[in-house]
C-alpha cells in the first residue's frame, strides 16, 4: 500500500475473515493510509456502492476472490493479491511517523435510519476505544479473542485490534465458509478465552448447541451489534462455565461503544432487554 501513491484515498480489502485480511489492514495503517472493506458474501451492487463513495486507488484480494475484485475495480483502482506478492518485498517496520488525527479506516453505517453512510474513524479514535474496551474486557497477553463478524463492519474492527493492541491474540473464524459446526470446533479446541459475536449470530449459534459442549476456556461472551435480552442472558447461562462473565456493548458506527454492561451467571433482572450498562 505504501507504494501507491495519494494517502487521501483508502485502500480497499476484498477478503474473507482471515490472517490475509488481518495483515492487509495492519499493513494498510502502517503504510499511513485507512482502509475500506468489502466483504466477498455480500451483493456486488452493495459493494460497488462502496466503492464509488469511497474512491480507493488499491484493491487488496486473494486468488479465490480475485475474479470479483476484477469485476468491481474500477480503471483507476489497482488490484493487489496478496497471494502472489512474492518474498522481495520489505518485511520490516517501515517506521513511519504517523500523526495520531490519520485516518484508520471507513465503515458504512447499516441504513436501518435511510441510506447507508460512510464514517470515518482516526488512529487517535481507534486506540483511545482499543484501551477502553480493553480495559473493560480485562485482557492480557494470555488471552485469545474470536473474531467471528464479516470485514466491513465496525465489531470486526474492535475484535481484530483491540487484542492485537493489548498484546492478546485473534483467532479469526470464518462462519460464512464453516457454518455453525466450523464455529463449534473452533472454540471447543479451547484457544478462545472471549468468545466475541453479534447478538443475532449468537442467538441462531445457541439454539444449535445440546448442552455438552466444552466451552471451558471461555472466560467471557461479548455480545455486540443489539440489544441484548434476559433469553439470551439465558443461553449462556445455559452453555458457558460458571466462571464466564457476559459482556454487552451498545454502540454505533458513528460513536464506537457507548457503554456497556457484565453479568455473571448469578446477576438477576426482569424478562426484557438487558440493561445497557454504563459508559
Known sequence: AGTCASIDRPVATLLGMSPAYICALIGALK????YVSLAPDF????????LAV????????????????EELA?????????DVLGDSLEDTNPGLGIAADTLAYMVFTSGSTGVPKGVYQNQRNLLRYCRSQAEVMQIT????????????????????????????AVFPVNVTKLGFPGLLDSLEQGHVTVFT??????????????????????RLVRLLGGAATSLDFQRYRAHFASSCRLLTIYGSSETMSICAGVYDQNSQFEDGNLSPGRP
Open 31 to 34: 503504510a499511513g493510509r485507512f
Open 74 to 82: 474500477g480503471d483507476n483502482c489497482t488490484i493487489l493479491n496478496i
Open 54 to 69: 469511497s474512491t480507493p486507488n488499491v484493491l487488496i484480494a486473494d486468488t479465490e476472490n480475485l475474479h470479483l475484485a
Open 197 to 218: 459475536v453479534y447478538v443475532t449470530l449468537f442467538r441462531r449459534f445457541a439454539g444449535t448447541l445440546s448442552g455438552n459442549e466444552n466451552f471451558g476456556a471461555i
Open 141 to 168: 497477553a494470555t488471552d485469545c479473542i474470536s473474531c467471528c463478524s464479516t470485514p466491513p463492519v465496525v465489531g470486526t474492527v474492535t475484535s481484530l485490534f483491540v487484542p492485537l493492541m493489548a498484546g492478546a
Open 43 to 50: 451483493p456486488a451492487e452493495s459493494s460497488r456502492k462502496i
